[in-house]
Nanobody
């Protein structure tokens, strides 16, 4: 059974960094695409990054250069390194996985979701 647990969120000043972790306690991630989404109050869930089964990575243009997604299949963990954080990055960040190998940025194509971890960027 897939069970995703996020950690690493918190309060950080603008320009700071955080590393989020997503652990699948039910199985290994290998063979599955894993993504991060975020949702700010009053806004729709937004694609943040994805890593496919072969560790190819995908980011929206707005985030390129500031984010790095990686995976450690032996630890059933996916990481999201976030640098140069801005107040507009404040949101709940969700880890998700899908039953397919390849990338998609549409949250409707992800079957499994974690509970989310809050990231707050403020001075």
């Amino acid at each position: 059974q897939v069970q995703l647990v996020e950690s690493g969120g918190g309060l950080v000043q603008p320009g700071g960094s955080l590393r989020l972790s997503c652990l699948d306690t039910g199985r290994t991630f290998s063979g599955h695409a894993v993504a991060w989404f975020r949702q700010a109050p009053g806004k729709e869930r937004e694609f943040v990054s994805c890593i496919d089964w072969n560790s190819r990575t995908y980011y929206p243009d707005s985030a390129k250069g500031r984010l790095t997604i990686s995976r450690d299949n032996a630890k059933s963990t996916v990481y999201l390194e976030m640098n140069s954080l801005k107040p507009e990055d404040t949101a709940v960040y969700y880890c998700s996985s899908r039953e397919r190998r390849y990338y998609t940025s549409d949250p409707k194509n992800y079957e499994n979701w974690g509970q989310g971890t809050q990231v707050t960027v403020t001075s």
